[in-house]
């Protein structure tokens, strides 16, 4: 799947930049991601709709490709499960659903979850003309570090949004995404070492509540990496124009890092599932060495031969953040 924007969805914001000033909003942008990278909440940042569609111009396409990866793998290791209702959790401007209904056209009924009225604002008025089930969504105003109970949905995400909550708030958080969680449940964060952290108190949480741990960990025991490691990915995508304006770049593209959790219920079927590529893969004459986090637990460097062809085959073709066949080369050892 294209990690662009969606064509409607991608006309909509076109729509609501005519007539608006680039350098009002690339100003604003710059505000917003500082704040950001300080650790604040958008509450504390996007004030009026002119925040909000500056936030929409700069972050809407990473965070969208971001969810479509993340949710794309959910769909491929969950490959017989169809959600029909999606609960997103911090929607913002409403990339992660856009990215859900994009991977699973099944979902039929959305609802867009946020703290932020003009976020919920334009997320209605970018989805008016998208599929009917964006088009369609209900908005709820809810604080999620308050709510101790969310409607009930197949498929609950939340992207980008565990951060923005006070870290005594975030299990509570945890603990109601899960219980209105009907199927799977699916967190994605910056790809930091502070997101990782989250992260990774989610998954035991989560693990302890019965989760099965669908991705990107092959297996539910204590996650293996040390401190000082952290597990996060890359997500290559386009950047328009006025994206590139507005983000005073030059490149014609940007590497969106995210890390991610997805957990689903014991009823929802999972294919088997291989050791995890960790890290970009490092390529030499003698072969190709991998850092994998294994389904026996572990993370260990796993080295394939050029000489093993059939091995070195499958190995070549991987990319950072792949995982291998549960059948090659030794994808599946110890695991299930």
Known sequence: MTPELPWA??????RRLDGVSRRDLGARAQKVSAHYRQGGASEAVV??????????????????????AVLAEAARLAPGYTPARLLDAGAGPGGGSWAAVSVWPSISQVT????????????AELAADGPPAMAGAERLAVDLARAAELPRADLVLMSYALAELAPEAQDGA???LWAAAGGLLA???P???AGFARLRRARAKLIAAGAR??????????CPLLEGDWCHFVQRLPRSRDHRLAKAADAPFEDEKFAYLVAAREHVAVAPRGARVLTPPRAGKPGIELKLCAPAGTAET?????RDKAAFGIARRLVWGAALPPDGPDGGRDGN
């Open 112 to 123: 867009l979850a946020d703290s932020s009225r003009p976020f919920l604002a334009l997320a």
């Open 187 to 189: 967190l994605v964060e």
């Open 9 to 14: 969805l991608r006309a909509a914001l076109e």
């Open 47 to 68: 004030r009026g709709e002119a925040d909000a569609l500056a936030y929409a111009l700069t972050r809407l396409p990473a965070t969208y490709a971001a969810d479509l």
């Open 213 to 222: 741990i669908l991705a990107p960990c092959p297996h539910e025991a204590e």
């Open 191 to 193: 790809g930091t070492p």
């Open 302 to 306: 796993r080295f394939v031969a050029r």
């Open 174 to 176: 945890v603990d109601a």
